[in-house]
């Protein structure tokens, strides 16, 4: 085989896994805001309940104070008992109290409510306080795991581009700008096996003229159609990373 075209499959193995663990990268931000979108819808949740818990408190605050008026109120009227000379000021006066007492039981039912309200609000906060602290805890452990991924990641692509610029410095130039055009025309995938007649990049039948060709190994031959380089199986490549396309890219793991 022509030695160039060794290196190109070589190279394309680097290629392949660079491309798959940038897709992951890629992915990672999504990730870690999927993880923590729980935890930020308690927040929020949280933070009515406390703002509605701060408008009961102020409202209990109120309706204290307006009760408290209203039994001064009542006492100020009895006091004023022994004023009384006539039986018309006295029935009055009875009625008068009546009245009053009919408003402070009315505020004292609010009180009652506002107070019940206000117990609620705080078994919903504590509860959602609860929730909200096993929510972080959750998404800071699942955080960790994905920068610890992150971090293999980097190491793992940063070791691979050391020995892809190894390798391609070993590269005709001319080859090599060849290659990385048709590898971003091709996502990565730029040199394709032949498999039982077929260009392993775009599936389609080759020519017999331009497999024996291939078969040969003695030029850069490109498919006629996705015009990815083609190579020939050698039974010494028969596990290599080269066979991989980016559909097996689960067997370039495997092969790993
Ligand atoms: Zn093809």
Not at 27 to 51: C, F, G, M, N, V
Not at 218 to 233: A, F, G, K, P, V
């Amino acid at each position: 085989m022509n030695p160039q075209l060794q290196f190109l499959i070589e190279l394309q193995k680097f290629d392949l896994r660079i491309f798959e663990i940038q897709e992951q990268q890629q992915h990672i931000p999504e990730l870690i805001k999927t993880a923590q979108a729980p935890s930020l819808e308690l927040a929020h949740r949280l933070k009515l309940i406390k703002d509605a818990g701060e408008a009961l408190t102020k409202e209990r605050r109120s309706s204290e104070q307006e009760l408290s008026v209203q039994e001064e109120h009542i006492h100020k009227i009895r006091g004023r008992l022994n004023e009384l000379k006539t039986n018309k000021e006295y029935q009055a006066h009875l009625f008068e109290i009546e009245l009053a007492r009919k408003k402070k039981d009315l505020l004292e039912e609010a009180v009652l409510s506002v107070l019940e309200r206000l117990e609620q609000n705080e078994k919903d906060a504590k509860e959602l306080e609860e929730n909200l602290r096993e929510a972080e805890e959750k998404f800071a452990r699942e955080k960790e795991q994905l920068e610890t991924q992150v971090n293999t990641l980097n190491q793992e692509l940063s070791e691979l581009e050391r020995q892809h610029q190894e390798h391609a410095r070993q590269m005709d130039a001319k080859i090599l700008a060849r290659y990385s055009k048709l590898k971003t025309a091709r996502k990565g995938f730029a040199v394709a096996q032949v498999r039982n007649g077929t260009c392993s990049g775009c599936r389609l039948q080759i020519p017999p003229q331009l497999i024996a060709e291939v078969k040969r190994g003695d030029d850069l031959l490109n498919c006629s159609y996705c015009h990815r380089i083609l190579y020939w199986e050698t039974p010494s490549d028969k596990s290599s990373w080269a066979e991989a396309t980016p559909v097996d890219l689960e067997r370039v793991d495997e092969l790993r």
